[in-house]
Each structure stands twice: as C-alpha cells, then as structure tokens.
C-alpha cells in the first residue's frame, strides 16, 4: 500500500490510498484539480471517495471528480449526502474496496456526523485529531468530542494518524504555552518549526507521538490542570478538555 499526500487549499492535506494494483481511494477531496494531477501523472485508477465530514473543505471536489468519473462510489456520513456521497455509512460497518477493509469510527465532536475511517495502520480522521492539537467544537460538546478522542487512543500506538490540515506548528505552540515544564513538548515544537521552516509536512503522525506530545490527549496530566486554572484531579475529565479547548480558541 502506497499512501499519498497532496497539499491542498492553504492548509488542507487530500489523502490517496493506493493498492499495488494502482487502484486508489480518495479522502477528503476539498479540490478536484490537485487529485486528479496526482491521478495523471502515476496513472492511478480510483476507486472510492471517502468524506469524514460535510464541510467545504473536505468536500468541494467531489463534484469535479464525479465530473470526470460517474461511477465513483462516495462514503461519507449522513451529514455528506447533498455534498455527494452515495453509500452512507455508521459506526461499526467495514466497507470494502479493492484490497481495503475501511472500519467506520463515529467520532462526533467538529460535527455530530463526522466519522473517520480506519484500515490499519491508516486512520483518516478527518478534523477530529490533529497533530498536537484537535478540531473546533462546531456541533457537538465537548464530552461528545472528548469521548471521540478516547476511542481513537483505543487504537494501536503504531496507527498512523492522516488529518486533513497542517495546523502543527500552531498546535505546539500553544502546547508550548499550556506545558511549558514538558521538555518532551517543547523538543518537538523545536522540531516542528525545523519541518515547517523547509516547507516539509509534518503528517502523518503516529499514535505513539501524539500521546506524548498532544495537550488535548493529555487531560490527566497535573500540571496542565494547574496551568490552565483547573483544580487537580478534579472529575470528569472532559471538563478539563473542555476548559483546554476553550483556551485554544482564544490563543
Ligand atoms: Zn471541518
């Protein structure tokens, strides 16, 4: 298997799938032209789109796409119906594609709908889990989030983890701010900006980095708590995300 990153937008990652048959599937096309460059030039026959979500920016090349190839099946949400997709998918199912079994995550939270789909070691989780950070709160509460991210944590540490925006830089800056006591977050903020600095992406990441270095998969942590106001050790978790997330938005 062959993974694919294509730069996208200002800040967005489109993610290709490819089986040794040169088959491919599509995550997340916020563009068309982009992928269908990628397609030409490796001669790649694709055979799904999947949409995590129903936001424009991880949809609005669908239309491009079908444009130049009717037949292609869309995954997504119920929430990604009217944005194209034309097989829904819940929690729990396994689609199969060419030699792919893509396990369906609901993982509520950015939006009610969004889900992520896993064929391991590849979880495409759209914007619930980024590298050092996680997505806004556009639908769901931040227990709905909260719990999203634990089911993801569940998962292996090798997963790799393909989110749909370069947002790293930002995200260990602030981790920067709300730990500034962790050498280990404040090494890879160091080697982040590196990455950044020559225009290299900094994703996928593995499971394994983000526990370490994610704030937001670090809610148990006592100094974080302090840091951000809240009494240590106070229940239930999620209140300390939530109060973490609250504090992003602002930085
Ligand atoms: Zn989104």
Request: charged residues 20%.
């Amino acid at each position: 298997m062959e993974l694919i990153r294509i730069p996208a937008l200002s800040d967005n990652y489109i993610w290709l799938l490819c089986d040794e048959n040169k088959h491919c599937v599509i995550v997340d096309p916020s563009e068309s032209q982009p992928v269908m460059d990628i397609l030409a030039a490796n001669q790649l026959i694709p055979a799904a789109i999947l949409l995590t979500h129903h936001h424009h920016d991880h949809v609005g090349g669908v239309a491009g796409l079908l444009k130049q190839y009717a037949e292609l099946p869309v995954y997504g949400p119920e929430e990604t119906r009217s944005k194209g997709a034309t097989h829904i998918v819940h929690e729990h199912d396994t689609i199969e594609i060419g030699h792919y079994y893509f396990h369906i995550m609901e993982l509520p939270g950015h939006t009610l709908g969004h889900i992520a789909f896993y064929q391991a070691p590849y979880l495409f989780c759209g914007d619930t889990l980024f590298s050092g950070g996680c997505g806004r709160l556009f639908e769901g509460t931040a227990e709905q989030m909260f719990s999203s991210l634990e089911k993801i944590m569940s998962l292996p540490d090798e997963t790799l983890i393909c989110c749909a925006h370069e947002y790293t830089a930002a995200n260990m800056k602030f981790a920067r701010a709300v730990l500034p006591e962790s050498e280990t977050i404040h090494d890879y903020y160091n080697k982040v900006i590196n990455i950044c600095e020559n225009n290299k992406p900094t994703v996928p990441t593995t499971l394994q980095i983000e526990k370490k270095i994610n704030v937001f998969l670090n809610c148990h942590n006592i100094d974080l708590q302090k840091n951000i106001g809240i009494k240590p050790n106070s229940k239930p978790l999620s209140s300390v995300f939530q109060q973490l997330r609250i504090y992003k938005d602002r930085f």
